[in-house]
């Protein structure tokens, strides 16, 4: 199998340097892509799509509203297109939205199955990114991740945050394993240990408390190629950028994955 392409969520530098200069430094890094959040493509997607195009990435994957991925499809479908994006991926439900039983999971799983009934049909994918609250038991003992990715069925894939899940609580290899099938792209950083204020408590890939020498080999069990690096509040995004993609090429991203 191919080697990993890596991209760079995009929310890491939100309050830093233009987009521009950002996707330029992205490049000299090494980077191959990025994966941009509404704010970066809502008002002009044909306008960012020049930058990314100027700086020589690609964009294999973007974040959307969930509301907006299944209440207009058709609008987020064709700034998929313009962004030569493959993979729309929800990755948040605000607090208010968030259901407090089975049933109201089970409802988000199937419209994200119809929306991406709706994405096939013009050759895209849709997933589903992971925070902490998927993860917080309902009454019944059941975690609402696996009640929206049963709801949603195949078609819809996982991007797997695994620093949200140590976060949460849970054993982000046994969550690897248990959705193998269901990853298709995976978001790489680290959370430091508990207690820590500092940039929120995040930090980068291998600098913080999962154990990278255990989750690494699993991600050739999944179906990831593409790896994610993200920082929800870098104090220096670009030293964060630099030290991830180094992280991820020490690791072994660049060679071949086994088949």
């Known amino acids: 199998m191919a080697a990993y392409q890596l991209s760079f969520q995009l929310y890491t530098a939100r309050n830093f ?33 020049k930058l990314i195009d100027a700086a020589g990435l690609r964009c294999p994957s973007l974040h959307l509203p969930f509301h907006g991925l299944v209440e207009q499809p058709r609008r987020y479908i064709d700034i998929a297109h313009v962004l030569g994006a493959s993979l729309m991926i ?23 199955a119809h929306a991406a009934r709706a994405a096939a049909e013009n050759g895209l994918k849709v997933a589903w990114h ?5 993860y917080a038991s309902l009454v019944d003992g ?3 991740i696996d009640i929206l990715l049963e709801a949603a069925g195949r078609e819809v894939g ?31 950083k680290d959370t430091a240990p508990p ?13 913080g408390v999962l154990d990278w020498k255990v989750l690494w080999p699993a991600f050739a069990s999944t179906r990831a ?18 030290d991830a993609y180094d992280f991820l090429i020490a690791m072994g991203a660049r060679r071949v994955r086994p088949s």
């Open 130 to 134: 992971n925070h902490d609250f998927e």
């Open 142 to 144: 059941s975690r609402p």
């Open 158 to 188: 996982f991007e797997i945050d695994i620093a949200w899940v140590k976060r949460a609580g849970a054993d982000p290899l046994a969550e690897i394993q248990r959705y193998s099938q269901r990853i298709w792209a995976i978001h790489v």
């Open 17 to 49: 340097s233009p987009q521009d200069v950002v996707l330029k430094e992205l490049k000299s890094i090494g980077y191959d892509a990025v994966e941009p959040w509404p704010r970066d493509f809502e008002d002009d997607p044909r306008g960012f799509r």
């Open 90 to 112: 929800a990755p948040y439900l605000a607090p208010q939205d968030r259901p407090s039983d089975v049933r109201g999971w089970r409802k988000i799983g199937d419209q994200l």
């Open 195 to 207: 207690g820590t204020t500092a940039q929120s408590g995040w930090t980068v890939a291998g600098a």
């Open 225 to 242: 190629e593409l790896l994610v690096v993200e920082h929800d509040d870098p104090d220096d995004w670009r030293q964060v950028a630099q």
